[in-house]
C-alpha cells in the first residue's frame, strides 16, 4: 500500500472526486428529467466520496480516469449497489476494508462482510465483499484467484453498463425455468438447487468468463448435465493451474 497523504489532501481529493462524480451522474440522469438526475448525481457523488476518501482511483493512469467516469455514468446502477453494499459492510461486525488491496486499485475490497451464501464472494459495482481473510501463503493464493475472477466482473460493469445486471436477472430468470424444466425431465436428478444454480449462475456468461480467466471452471461445482463445455479453440492456460 502507497504512503498515506495529508488529511488535506484526502481532504481535497474527497471533495473533488465527490463534485466530479456528481457531475458526471446529474448529466447521465438528465435526459430523463430533473429528479432522476438528482438522484442520480446524489448516487455518483456519493461513489466519489467514498472512493477519493479511500483513494481508490489511480489519478495517474487512463484505467483510473476510465473506471471513475465509467462508475459514474454508463455503469452507474452496479456502483449504486456496490455504495448501498459499502454501507452495510461498514455498519457490520466482521467485515474488515482492506486498504492495501484498495488504493489506488479501482476498487473497494471488504474481508468478511455480507454475502449472499457462505462460501462465495458478492461484487457489486466496485466492491468486493466476503472475500476470505488471511495472510498465510495458501490463503494469499487463494486471494489472487478471487482477485482474477471479481476484478473481471468490475470491468464488466465499468464496459457493460446497465445490460449488465440486466443480463444477471434475465439469465436467473432463464435458468430457473431451464434447470426446473430438466429436473422434471430427468425426474429428480441431480437436485433441482443443484441445476438450478448450474443454469441460472454457472453458465451465465459473465460467469462462465470470470472462472475461464481464474482457471477454476473446470474445477466448480456446476452440474456436469447443464454445464458449459471449455470451447476447444480456447486452450487452458498452464499458469492458471
Given at each position: 500500500?502507497?504512503?498515506q497523504?495529508?488529511?488535506?489532501?484526502?481532504?481535497?481529493?474527497?471533495?473533488?472526486?465527490a463534485?466530479?462524480?456528481?457531475a458526471l451522474?446529474?448529466?447521465?440522469?438528465?435526459?430523463?428529467?430533473?429528479?432522476?438526475?438528482?438522484?442520480?448525481?446524489?448516487?455518483?457523488?456519493?461513489?466519489?466520496a467514498?472512493g477519493?476518501f479511500?483513494?481508490?482511483?489511480?489519478?495517474?493512469?487512463?484505467?483510473g480516469?476510465?473506471?471513475?467516469?465509467a462508475?459514474?455514468?454508463?455503469?452507474?446502477?452496479?456502483t449504486?449497489?456496490?455504495?448501498?453494499?459499502?454501507?452495510?459492510?461498514v455498519?457490520?461486525?466482521?467485515?474488515?476494508y482492506r486498504?492495501d488491496?484498495?488504493?489506488?486499485?479501482?476498487?473497494?475490497?471488504?474481508?468478511?462482510?455480507?454475502r449472499l451464501?457462505?462460501?462465495?464472494?458478492?461484487?457489486?459495482?466496485?466492491?468486493?465483499s466476503?472475500?476470505?481473510?488471511?495472510?498465510?501463503?495458501a490463503?494469499e493464493e487463494?486471494?489472487?484467484?478471487?482477485?482474477?475472477?471479481?476484478?473481471?466482473?468490475?470491468?464488466?460493469?465499468?464496459?457493460?453498463?446497465p445490460?449488465?445486471?440486466?443480463?444477471?436477472?434475465?439469465w436467473?430468470?432463464?435458468?430457473?425455468?431451464?434447470?426446473t424444466t430438466i429436473?422434471?425431465?430427468?425426474?429428480g436428478?441431480p437436485?433441482?438447487?443443484?441445476?438450478?444454480?448450474?443454469a441460472?449462475?454457472?453458465?451465465?456468461?459473465?460467469?462462465?468468463?470470470?472462472?475461464?480467466?481464474?482457471?477454476?471452471?473446470?474445477?466448480?461445482?456446476?452440474?456436469?448435465?447443464?454445464?458449459?463445455r471449455?470451447?476447444?479453440?480456447?486452450?487452458?492456460?498452464?499458469?492458471?493451474?
Amino acid at each position: 500500500m502507497r504512503g498515506q497523504p495529508s488529511p488535506t489532501l484526502r481532504a481535497v481529493e474527497t471533495a473533488l472526486a465527490a463534485a466530479g462524480g456528481a457531475a458526471l451522474g446529474f448529466a447521465t440522469g438528465l435526459p430523463a428529467g430533473m429528479p432522476p438526475a438528482i438522484a442520480t448525481g446524489v448516487a455518483a457523488g456519493l461513489n466519489g466520496a467514498l472512493g477519493g476518501f479511500r483513494q481508490v482511483y489511480d489519478w495517474r493512469s487512463a484505467a483510473g480516469w476510465f473506471a471513475f467516469a465509467a462508475d459514474s455514468t454508463w455503469g452507474l446502477v452496479g456502483t449504486t449497489l456496490g455504495t448501498l453494499l459499502h454501507l452495510v459492510n461498514v455498519a457490520r461486525p466482521g467485515a474488515t476494508y482492506r486498504a492495501d488491496l484498495s488504493q489506488r486499485r479501482h476498487r473497494h475490497w471488504f474481508d468478511g462482510g455480507a454475502r449472499l451464501r457462505p462460501g462465495f464472494v458478492w461484487t457489486l459495482g466496485n466492491v468486493v465483499s466476503s472475500t476470505p481473510a488471511g495472510r498465510a501463503p495458501a490463503a494469499e493464493e487463494q486471494r489472487r484467484i478471487v482477485e482474477r475472477h471479481e476484478d473481471l466482473h468490475i470491468w464488466q460493469n465499468r464496459i457493460f453498463g446497465p445490460l449488465y445486471p440486466a443480463v444477471y436477472a434475465a439469465w436467473f430468470a432463464l435458468g430457473l425455468l431451464v434447470g426446473t424444466t430438466i429436473w422434471v425431465i430427468r425426474r429428480g436428478k441431480p437436485s433441482l438447487f443443484r441445476l438450478v444454480e448450474t443454469a441460472a449462475y454457472y453458465d451465465n456468461p459473465f460467469e462462465f468468463w470470470a472462472y475461464m480467466r481464474d482457471g477454476r471452471w473446470e474445477g466448480n461445482r456446476a452440474d456436469p448435465v447443464l454445464k458449459w463445455r471449455r470451447p476447444r479453440w480456447l486452450k487452458r492456460n498452464p499458469a492458471d493451474g
